[in-house]
């Protein structure tokens, strides 16, 4: 069924009370700022002590603040698909990163500069119902700035055939390897910036001197893509201040590349000191002094964070505006960043193998902060298990719009008005068909994860949280009655996947 025959069959139960919805003046802004690869305990407010984030400390202090948040998948274009749609990896269409390789060499980063069909990644189909639709169709105006990566240029997977009446940024994901990059995307136009073409994976001259700053600067040109997204955010906020909007704000930051202005490392240069600096060996691009490039990073999107605030109470927004700030997954593992020296997993190991890319508790539990003036209490904190599909019934509930019927999501509204402490859940389900095929369930206290299904692996490692944050222990022999649960919970909720590339044979599918 296509998106049209879906909306007028909606339309048919639901279009004379969502049009006294739209009408109403008091149907609040909704903002979902999305990080990308930020990790648990990147924020002060979840016990960093290296990275200054003052503003999102007081948006922790004004609202909510969720201690057993989950991402929809370990890595970015999943995990996104799960919010736009309500769905977990089980049952999602999109369950791993996908570039479309099929139609050439998708990875050469100048051809794609210049040749549009191999830019972006696997496109959503046009069946699909997303949040941007089912806010839509309640009376918001509908934007994401920032990152996409769930549809390429000219298919029907573009945000602005998915639900977005505006649309600024990155289509591609790969092309946000730069953040200095040739052009961005303003709805279907390519709008071209003041950078050159550097491409990712460039090094150094030989000749340079790797300690000094100045052999640097081919990394760091005049238009700052951030920078250019925040414009537009502001932008969209001022000419729609006067109706219900939905603001998806998809940062690329702090995702390697390590690129910030000189002003924003230099800052903690000062405050760590010298450093050795990163040569590139492990992807993206150098930088003089790696680990200030990555908290300056933070402290940046954290200072946009608190000029979108600001301008939100600069036009008598800010008290009818939820604002929710989260995290697509966990840290990374390369391009520089240095994850166990900041503690980004928080209380979790962040190394590679159990940071971004793995269902450990740092590749995917997040920082999660909600504040709403006058509905959720301030200064808040949550400890309910929550996910990712949550969001399109939460966010649906809160504008008066109808959700599909098919998600597996739940409606997030009463523990954020504080009136229930739990869900109707009895568990959350993960599947990764990537970095080696994964699955978790966490249940209770009880986490189960399966690594290795690509090889043919179906044993289950079992962790009890309550005793073992950071997954050490495997209990599984000791517990055969949780095992066998987790193992029928896993089979219950693996559909095998319309895409043969995310299908995984030793869970049954046909490849």
Known sequence: MNKAALFFILSIYTTSFLHLEAQSPNQPNIIYILADDLGYGDLGCYGQDKIETPNLDALARQGMKFSQHYAGSPVCAPSRYMF????HPGHAFIRSN?????????????????????EGQYPIPDSTTTLGETLQFAGYTT???????????????VPNNQGFDYFYGYNCQRQAHNLYPPFLWENDKKIWLENEIVVPGTKLPKESDPMDIGSYDLFHQKDYAPAKMQEAALGF???????????????????????????WYMKYVNKFGDEEPYLGDQGYFPHRYPRAAYAGMISYLDQQVGELIDKLKEEGLYDNTLIIFTSDNGP???????????GSGGPFPSEKGRGKGYVYEAGIRVPFIAAWPGVIEAGSQSDVISAFWDMMPTFDAIAGAKTPSD?????LLPVLEGRKDQLDREYLYWEFPSYGGQQAVRMGPWKAIRQNINKGNIAIELYNLDNDLREQH??????PD??????????????????????????????
């Open 84 to 87: 736009l749609t309500g769905k």
């Open 332 to 342: 990374t593992f390369n391009g520089g960043s240095d994850s166990p020296w900041f």
């Open 98 to 118: 996908h570039e479309w390789g099929e139609r050439g060499d998708t990875w050469d980063y100048k051809k794609a500069v210049h040749n549009i069909h191999l």
């Open 407 to 411: 998600v597996d999501g739940v409606n």
């Open 482 to 511: 949780i095992v066998k649960k987790m193992t029928k919970i896993m089979a219950k909720e693996h559909e095998e996947p319309e895409l043969e590339r995310f299908r995984m044979e030793a869970l049954g599918d046909v490849k």
């Open 237 to 263: 906020i001022e000419r729609h201040k006067d109706h219900p909007f939905f603001l998806y704000y998809a940062s690329p930051i702090p995702h390697v590349p390590l690129q910030v202005p000189p002003e």
């Open 474 to 479: 495997n209990v599984a022999n000791q517990h």
């Open 143 to 157: 934007a994401l700035v920032g990152k996409w990566g769930l549809g390429a240029p000219e298919t029907e997977g």
